[in-house]
């Protein structure tokens, strides 16, 4: 089954919480950006895969239990905990979304993402393929998921949604694009100012590009750009924008965005975006 040209959206932690304080959900921004994605799904020129980071919940729970992107011999009551911490706020962004008049799909990671003992990660295409043939919208989330090993390890939402690219690429799909939604206008340099664009094969992450404020287990900003890069190298441009205004996600959606950083590939020929190649190191993305 072959669906339209597949945009992934990830809604930040730091943009549905308050990431200094435990569980401190911000449901007026939820219930805002569940009603810009309803709104401009119907519109969009292809398929929509949702994705969101976990912020106060998933992030302070793993922290306290010793638990982060590095895979560890984790206790089964510490993996059940942080993982029913990152499920509370998916819930709550389901309902948001339903409430909106989407038609959310939840795909937990930790169901259905393999990590073998590389630490590479493969995730099954076919659910995602059924979701979006329904004319459902998969959302995803960053999650604690087993390794070959048994061990646990943090997941971040950037991995998942490198990884359902890939998945989606080996499966024939082509991936448009990617927008990555926080609070900061985009990636900031080492004075605070906005860097308009990064280019794959040119440009480095920024020195400046770090984590989050509050409890963060994944790395941040830096995750972020790094994962994005990873993405453009293989013909995926990104747009990294700030959430917060109104409709700046609608308009994100739509093709148009204000300020930001676009992160694109070094040559965009319309026939390379959206396909993903195995070359060079894993940078946030498997092949």
């Known amino acids: 089954m072959t669906a339209p040209a597949i945009t992934l959206l990830k ?46 919940f998933g992030h302070a729970e793993a922290q306290a239990r010793g638990l982060s992107r590095t895979p560890v011999r984790a206790s089964p009551e510490g993996v059940a905990a942080v993982r029913a911490a990152a499920a509370r706020l998916h819930e709550l962004v389901l309902a948001a979304l339903r409430e909106a008049g989407a038609r959310p799909q939840s795909i937990p990671p930790s169901a259905v993402m393999v990590i073998d003992e590389h630490d590479t990660h493969a995730w099954p295409a076919a ?40 998945s989606l690429r080996g499966a024939g799909q082509r991936i448009l694009r990617a927008i990555w939604l926080g609070e900061t206008d985009g990636v900031l340099d080492a004075r605070g100012e906005r860097i308009p664009e990064l280019v794959a094969g040119r440009d480095a992450v920024p020195a400046a590009a770090g984590g989050a404020a ?22 995926v441009p990104s747009w990294i924008g700030d959430g917060r205004p109104p409709d700046a996600l609608r ?12 992160v694109r590939p070094a040559a965009e020929p319309a026939q390379q975006v959206g396909q993903l190649t195995d070359e060079d190191e894993r940078d946030g993305i498997d092949a």
């Open 251 to 262: 308009h994100a959606l739509e093709g148009r965005e204000v300020g930001g950083t676009r």
């Open 214 to 235: 509050g409890a963060d287990v994944t790395g941040g900003m830096a995750h972020r750009v790094r994962t994005a890069l990873a993405l453009a190298r293989r013909g």
């Open 127 to 166: 659910g995602l393929e059924a979701a979006l043939a329904a004319g459902r919208l998969p959302v995803v989330y960053g999650d604690v998921v087993l390794d070959a090993l048994g061990r646990a390890r943090i997941v971040s939402t950037e991995e998942v949604l490198a990884a359902v690219a890939a």
């Open 11 to 56: 809604l930040g932690g730091s943009l549905l919480t308050d990431k200094r304080d435990v569980e401190a959900a911000r449901t007026a921004m939820i219930g805002q950006l569940a009603r810009q994605i309803a709104a401009a799904e119907a519109k969009l020129p292809g398929a929509l895969i949702v994705g969101h980071g976990s912020g106060s």
